[in-house]
């Protein structure tokens, strides 16, 4: 599994985990405002499928 990135807008305050890997060096428009999304954090996902 990749690692995952919390985007949010500081213009209306929605928010959004993504792929790191789908994201990476795109501008992340906010689904709700269309204003820009920031990158907040990221971590690893660890957890594997049986």
Request: aromatic share 12%; with cysteine.
């Amino acid at each position: 599994m990749g690692d995952t990135v919390w985007w949010s807008c500081p213009e209306c305050g929605s928010y959004a985990e993504l792929s790191a890997e789908e994201s990476a060096g795109f501008a992340i428009s906010c689904p709700d405002c269309q204003g820009p999304m920031a990158s907040q954090w990221s971590w690893e996902d660890t957890h594997h499928a049986a």
